[in-house]
Nanobody, 118 residues
């Protein structure tokens, strides 16, 4: 069964750091582009960062320089190191795998809540 399970979300003060993890099962991790998205209250889900199977990364302008995406191919795990957190980083963070030709994502996790207090 294909699964993506996120962990690491919690309440943190502004300026703090968090590291999110996404454990992948099955064959969905190997050779696939992975990504982190977030959905703030009352807003649409947005792409935060992505990483190809070769390690090429992309970041949204809002997190560039503060967040770092990485992957451990041996452990089928995706990470998101979040530093200098701001209240506007609050939201549910989702990992996804396997980008489709139309720009969507085939697999999604259930999400983990990140709350940044001011």
């Amino acid at each position: 069964q294909v699964q993506l399970v996120e962990s690491g979300g919690t309440l943190v003060q502004a300026g703090g750091s968090l590291r999110l993890s996404c454990a992948a099962s099955g064959t969905i991790f190997s050779g696939k582009t992975m990504a982190w998205h977030r959905q703030a209250p009352g807003k649409q889900r947005e792409l935060v960062s992505s990483i190809t199977s070769r390690g090429q990364t992309n970041y949204s302008d809002s997190v560039k320089g503060r967040f770092t995406i990485s992957r451990d191919n041996a452990k089928n795990t995706l990470h998101l190191q979040m530093d200098s957190l701001k209240p506007e980083d609050t939201g549910i963070y989702y990992c996804s795998a396997s980008r489709t030709v139309t720009g969507g994502w085939t697999y999604w996790g259930q999400g983990t809540q990140v709350t940044v207090s001011s």
